[in-house]
């Protein structure tokens, strides 16, 4: 086995056959391929392990990947024969359970496929405002928010002055001139006054405990300071935002953005999920005995919807629209309804 270890590296590092899948039956195989290992009359062949081996690997790493490979091959082998000894009942379930997966994942597929045709990327600044507008209770806060600066200075440090002038007008003349101070001086500038963060993230640029409460500092204006012992944290909150207030506009637009994506995708789903039905009813595909679910799959109510919402000079009545959808569905001659 050694040698064939050693043929194994030796062969992989010249180049890769081609491959085939392991685990065949004995009589399956040609007399020419090297046998590696068997398991109840099922054979894994040299070429098996060949085509598994990763490139670039070092003899000794090709060594343990044979021995490794090799290994979990026989213990496959050993646990499929074990499951056909006890889970043999269990199979039908099985079989069921892969295939409703399998299935799963084609719809899934089938899904993107349409999403993909039809989708608008695009999504506006007013679009997300009228979201945002529309949806205002959704985005109600468990936690505060804040936006402002933290600038962490040594207790040597004697421009404290400039510093916090420069602070206090971050507000209205923005970040720059404290980054200034922050370069020049080699001061730890943590700018937080262009996004909103929760508060307990700012707290974590600050000398605090998890044991204390900081509520206090949010309800002060202007710059303020807490001291560790080797250094002055001087910090302005800028803006608060708190706990049980409406999330600031501008704090939740990536979620605005991913739910309306997450909308028009399942619009464009149920539309053509709504056409597939409508279509195989109108093509005699469909054979089912329960009238209302039939009259249901012919019915678009989104479209009707539509209509009812774009109709400004004349309003459509839903039910007009109904009746004629059902004496269209009656003419359909091959469709019988009792």
Request: charge should be negative; hydrophobic fraction near 40%.
């Amino acid at each position: 086995m050694q040698k064939l270890f050693n043929i194994l590296i030796a062969a992989s590092m010249v180049g890769m056959v081609a491959c085939s899948v392991g685990g065949d039956d004995a009589s399956d195989k040609s007399d020419d391929r090297v046998v590696v290992a068997s398991v109840d009359g099922r054979v894994l062949t040299e070429d098996d392990v060949r085509c598994s081996m990763p490139e670039g690997l070092s003899g000794a790493d090709s060594t343990a990947f044979v021995r490794m490979f090799v290994d979990n091959w026989v213990l496959k082998q050993l646990k499929m024969h074990r499951a056909e000894q006890v889970l043999a009942s269990s199979y039908d379930d099985i079989d069921r359970l892969v295939e409703d997966y399998r299935q799963s994942l084609i719809m899934r597929r089938l899904d993107q496929y349409y999403v993909d045709q039809s989708i608008d990327l695009e999504i506006t600044p007013q679009q997300i405002a009228s979201y945002y507008r529309s949806n205002a209770a959704a985005f109600r806060l468990d936690h505060h928010k804040v936006r402002g600066v933290v600038v962490r200075v040594p207790r040597t440090f004697r421009n404290t002055k400039t510093l916090t002038t420069a602070l206090s007008a971050v507000g209205r003349n923005g970040i720059s001139e404290v980054g200034a101070i922050a370069e020049k001086h080699n001061l730890l500038l943590s700018d937080m006054s262009g996004e909103w963060v929760s508060y307990s993230d700012f707290l974590s640029y600050l000398p605090t405990e998890r044991s204390n409460s900081y509520e206090s500092l949010l309800s002060r204006s202007g710059v303020q300071q807490l001291s560790s012992s080797d250094a002055i944290f001087h910090f302005i909150i800028l803006d608060v935002a708190r706990k049980g207030d409406i999330a600031p506009m501008e704090s939740v637009e990536e979620d605005i953005r991913r739910r309306l994506y997450s909308e028009r995708r399942a619009g464009i789903v149920r539309g053509y999920e709504e056409e597939l039905r409508r279509e195989a009813v109108e093509q005699q595909r469909v054979d089912i005995g329960d009238t209302v679910l039939l009259r249901s799959m012919y019915y678009v109510n989104v479209d009707v919807q539509k209509s009812v919402e774009q109709s400004a000079v004349e309003p459509i009545i839903v039910e007009e629209i109904i009746e004629e959808a059902e004496l269209n569905l009656e003419q359909m001659d091959s469709v019988k309804i009792e």
